[in-house]
T-cell receptor, first 112, second 113 residues
């Protein structure tokens, strides 16, 4: 089945540590996205990528970094500069045009 | 500026009641798309519907219906005869020119038996 796989499902970060969240898709979609969701809030866009080797900052990119070396993969690194990383992170992909985004199951990140 | 407003933070109904979730959007584009997603407790977002700015026909899918009114910039979602399985957070989203999407803050719907 085609879809988006996020791993791990739960992740714990120590102070001063960088952690990387994985997002893989086999839908052959060009565009991929990372969102952050805080309790009781909507989704805020962190980064997005429309093609390989290219990505743009979203509304809350500070403290995060991404790469897009392969069409299938769009990992998100939460750096130590992100002082409040505890949240639910969702990855999505989208085909060309005005198609709906498809979402992964999310990664819940917490601070130790 | 807030692009998508879902004024209802939480709604609680009893099973079999009808419920309407409001969505008001803001855009200067003439071409845009609107979406509704459902987020059950498991966390993933499930796509429900897409509507383009040129199609103001109401849509009905089983117990779900959507009312798109450009004059009031609204895209409301109604669940008829609600069921406990409808309990979730529902998000409205707007996609303008380009490839990004803006989500509302979501409405948490609780359907009690």
């Amino acid at each position: 089945d085609g879809g988006i796989t996020q791993s791990p499902k739960y992740l714990f970060r120590k102070e001063g540590q960088n952690v990387t969240l994985s997002c893989e898709q086999n839908l052959n979609h060009d565009a991929m996205y990372w969102y952050r969701q805080d309790p009781g809030q909507g989704l805020r866009l962190i980064y997005y990528s429309q093609i390989v080797n290219d990505f743009q900052k979203g509304d809350i990119a500070e403290g995060y970094s991404v790469s897009r070396e392969k069409k299938e993969s769009f990992p998100l690194t939460v750096t130590s500069a992100q002082k409040n990383p505890t949240a639910f992170y969702l990855c999505a992909s989208r085909d060309r045009g005005w198609k709906p985004q498809h979402f992964g199951d999310g990664t819940r990140l917490s601070i130790l | 500026a807030q692009k998508v407003t879902q004024a209802q933070t939480e709604i609680s109904v009893v099973e079999k009641e009808d419920v309407t979730l409001d969505c008001v959007y803001e855009t200067r584009d003439t071409t845009y798309y609107l979406f509704w997603y459902k987020q059950p407790p498991s966390g993933e977002l499930v796509f429900l519907i897409r509507r383009n700015s040129f199609d103001e026909q109401n849509e009905i899918s089983g117990r779900y219906s959507w009312n798109f009114q450009k004059s009031t910039s609204s895209f409301n979602f109604t669940i008829t005869a609600s069921q406990v399985v409808d309990s979730a957070v529902y998000f409205c989203a707007l996609s303008e020119a380009g490839n990004d999407m803006r989500f509302g803050a979501g409405t948490r719907l609780t359907v009690k038996p």
